[in-house]
């Protein structure tokens, strides 16, 4: 027995022997100093003072994670009865896949497939996953589960790590590569994937395909290649067609006359399939629409035909609406299948086409019914009939015994630790993790318990994944209000407006951060506080609540001023750039706002602007309001570029 041996049995009987030694009673607040305390002195277990420390942690909440430190630094032979009870214990939770990856990577170096395979459970890293299946293959070189896992982590866009090379070997070696799933793996390199695969891929394929691979290159580098019927020699027309279907997606977006022109030549000499035909009359139409192309009608007429999606649909029906034809619209909409025309927005453009053919019954019968409902179209429906808009306001209400049965989950209780601690993402992975473990009432509780606690961001996201939406004083929180409130006057904003941009940007999510580089409650890109400040803003100053609100509420006041004090046009820029959405502004003649906002070409804008205006109106009653904003806008006019 050696000596680490021993020492990995100290270990694991100071982290799991319960102490009989009676340890004063602390505090919630006292265990929280000394858990950070026994963080630090988590890499000596044997000391006197760690072990003091676990007696007096006994019961908090947040003890597993000093076991987890410890286990983890030792995940050694020794200690396998402790790590599979821990693992056993905390199973699916946050506590489990960081030791258990540790707990494989070391009996993947020690040789013990037996142990491996035990303890494996997919958690998304390839690697281990390459091991895994790897070993199957050692105990049984026939496993058909190992092939299957073997073909799928081969059939990537991308190079797989070094520890997966043994497994494709054995892979290979039984005749499971196949020509057919080398071309696979090509494509995906090829289309998104990593195109420097594209070379050692072509050495895989069989010599008179090999021509393919550089095709693939060639019109990766070049959409245009699609245009020279002389690079398609027809030897296999199904993988030619793959590549100028490729090719052609991405021409159509910045040389729309020659994608048209290419299209028109290739459809002559090749057959493509059902699919490839959708997906380029899709893809076509929404681009030719985009751009407002002559062609744009024939297209979207074309795509139509092919099991349209709803998205296709509303780009049709914009584009019909950007021309103001109005019984054109109408019979746009009549040709939309019923699980979809009878949703809020074709509705509501229902209704507003009615008007303007002069069927005002009808129109109005439309409008009164989608102004009972609280979404975008529902107030811009009321604001046209001069109504005040419907919120249907219904707050849960939950016994508080519910809430404290939740509350004492250990889950929960991490949780809260986590956020007391300032931890905030390792307080939301137990959150998740708790509502995995729910019914659908308890999570409409986890819900309503959040909001208890100030967690509005989780609040939020509760609800809307439990799907009640009737809890509007929960849904839109107005925290932070001296910072909103005091901001908003300063720089002369709605405050309503602010809480909306708020809401929509972050859940009131202070560390928020999106992958574009936004940060904090506002999402206040870095650049963009270093011009309002005049000066270089730290990245960890848009975290605090104060200083992003500042920054924010300063950067809404610049494009009210951009856009001549349109809170409209103030919205949509806070989303895409002032720049931007100058561009969308008409050419010439003014248009009706509810129009503009409809045919914003980005999907994402357009979805934002609808967002803010229809969170300011109900932010707006909640601070007392009571004036329909919708009124209003359901008048205004967009100017034409100046």
């Not at 395979?117 to 997919?122: A, G, L, P, S």
């Not at 290979?172 to 080398?182: F, H, M, P």
């Not at 003649?589 to 229809?614: C, H």
Request: proline share 5%; aromatic share 10%.
């Amino acid at each position: 027995m050696t000596i680490r041996y021993l020492l990995c049995l100290v270990i694991a009987s100071a982290l799991f022997t319960q102490t009989v030694l009676a340890t004063p009673k602390l505090n919630r607040e006292q265990q929280r100093m000394l858990f950070i305390k026994a963080e630090r002195l988590a890499h000596n277990p044997n000391s006197g003072t760690f072990k003091k420390v676990m007696q007096q942690l006994e019961g908090y909440p947040l003890k597993p994670y000093v076991e987890l430190k410890t286990l983890k630094k030792f995940p050694f032979m020794a200690n396998k009865k402790q790590i599979q009870s821990f693992l056993g214990k905390y199973e699916s939770s946050p506590l489990d896949s960081p030791l258990r990856k540790k707990r494989l990577v070391y009996l993947a170096n020690q040789d013990q497939p037996a142990l491996f395979r035990h303890f494996y459970r997919d958690m998304g890293n390839t690697a281990l996953n390459c091991r895994y299946a790897e070993m199957l293959l050692q105990k049984d070189p026939s496993n058909a589960q190992a092939f299957e896992l073997a073909e799928n982590l081969w059939v990537v866009g991308k190079s797989q790590p070094k520890d997966c090379d043994l497994l494709f070997k054995k892979w290979q070696k039984a005749g499971k590569r196949t020509s057919e799933l080398v071309w696979k793996r090509l494509s995906l390199a090829a289309d998104g994937g990593n195109h420097t695969l594209i070379p050692y891929l072509k050495t895989l394929l069989p010599k008179d395909q090999q021509y393919l691979a550089d095709l693939w290159l060639k019109v990766r580098r070049s959409p245009s290649q699609v245009s020279r019927l002389s690079n398609f020699p027809g030897k296999y027309p199904e993988k030619e067609t793959e590549i100028q279907v490729y090719g052609l997606k991405r021409l159509i977006s910045n040389n729309r006359d020659l994608a048209l022109r290419s299209w028109e030549k290739l459809s002559t000499r090749f057959v493509f399939s059902t699919i490839q035909q959708k997906q380029i009359s899709h893809r076509f139409a929404i681009f030719l629409a985009l751009a407002d192309h002559e062609q744009a009608e024939v297209w979207l007429e074309k795509a139509t035909n092919f099991e349209p999606d709803t998205e296709l649909l509303r780009w049709h029906l914009a584009h019909v609406l950007s021309k103001q034809n109005w019984q054109h619209a109408l019979d746009v909409i009549d040709f939309v299948p019923a699980e979809i025309s009878n949703g809020n927005v074709f509705q509501y453009w229902k209704a507003r086409a009615y008007e303007k053919v002069g069927a005002k019954e009808l129109a109005d019968k439309g409008l009164q019914q989608l102004a009972k409902q609280r979404h975008y179209y529902g107030f811009l429906a009321s604001g046209k009939l001069s109504e005040m808009a419907s919120l249907n306001d219904n707050p849960l209400l939950i016994a508080q015994g519910d809430l404290d049965e939740l509350a004492a989950m250990p889950a929960a209780q991490r949780a809260f630790e986590f956020r007391k601690l300032g931890r905030n993402l390792s307080a939301r992975r137990e959150w998740i993790f708790l509502q995995s473990q729910l019914t659908q009432q308890q999570k409409i509780t986890a819900a309503v318990l959040a909001s208890q606690q100030n967690w509005h961001d989780q609040a939020i996201f509760g609800f809307s994944k439990s799907g009640y939406l009737d809890d509007l004083s929960r849904r839109f929180p107005m925290p932070f209000d001296s910072q909103v409130q005091s901001n908003a006057k300063k720089n002369n904003i709605d405050v309503a407006w602010t809480y909306a941009i708020v809401r929509r940007e972050s859940s009131f999510m202070p560390d928020a951060a999106s992958h574009a580089g936004a940060l904090g409650l506002m999402q206040v890109m870095p650049g963009t506080a270093r011009y309002l400040a005049k000066k270089k803003v730290k990245r960890n100053s848009l975290f605090n609540p104060n200083r992003n609100v500042e920054l924010g509420t300063q950067y809404m006041r610049y494009l009210m001023d951009k856009m001549d004090n349109n809170p409209i046009l103030a919205t949509a820029s806070y989303n895409a750039g002032w720049r931007r959405v100058k561009q969308w502004l008409p050419e010439k003649g003014n248009v009706p706002l509810d129009l503009w906002i409809e045919t914003i070409p980005y999907k994402e804008t357009r979805n934002y602007v609808m967002a803010v205006l229809a969170y300011q109106q109900i932010y707006s009653q909640h601070l007392g309001g009571s004036k329909n904003l919708f009124k209003e806008l359901a008048t205004m006019q967009i100017q034409p570029k100046s």
